[in-house]
């Protein structure tokens, strides 16, 4: 019915999740310490960035899941380090250009405004915008993360599925052997 865009899907790198014993929560997802035993963030780094660029050559919006919040604000950190704009939100604060800022609705908004504007090319997070948040224009998603559960998996890709005028695909970059 149009409402989904086709997706080219690159798993450059991912973990061996059959090599742990990972531990799903109460809500059905890896705890943050258990996805850091199998995907160490300083060891992804170079991977996420270089795959970023190879399939993504313009730019273009995206958005990045991360294991952590602390994750999370290391990958915009690396994205800006790079000369990219990026941000970092998360249910306390918003990073962005160097500073941080109180995740208030009024901040939320100016951030969606600039990635939608491309101001921000990079929003990073771990669960903040998996759903309930409308920028259907994303056109790569960064899954730095396994998830445990079928529904966060299928909310946080849906983000990136979303059809748009100005789209015809999009690119899902899977480091986590979703």
Request: proline share 4%; with cysteine.
């Amino acid at each position: 019915c149009g409402a989904l865009l086709r997706a080219d899907v690159y798993s450059p790198t991912e973990p061996d999740l059959r090599q742990v014993a990972l531990v799903k929560r109460k809500n059905h997802e890896f705890s943050r310490d258990e996805l850091l035993k199998t995907m160490p963030t300083k060891y992804l780094w170079g991977y996420v960035y270089e795959h970023w660029k190879q399939y993504n050559p313009d730019a273009k919006a995206t958005i990045l899941f991360a294991p952590g919040v602390p994750e999370s604000l290391d990958y915009a950190k690396m994205f800006e380090a790079n000369e990219i704009s990026a941000a970092h939100i998360d249910g306390d604060i918003i990073y962005r250009d160097g500073v941080t800022m109180p995740s208030t609705t009024e901040n939320r908004q100016q951030l969606i405004a600039d990635v939608k504007a491309g101001v921000i090319r990079v929003v990073c997070n771990r669960f903040v915008l998996r759903e309930g948040i409308d920028i259907p224009h994303i056109y790569h998603g960064i899954l730095a993360t396994a998830f445990g559960s079928i529904t966060t998996y299928v909310q946080s890709v849906g983000r990136i599925l979303r059809a748009h005028d100005s789209l015809d695909h999009v690119v899902i970059q899977d480091h986590g052997g979703n």
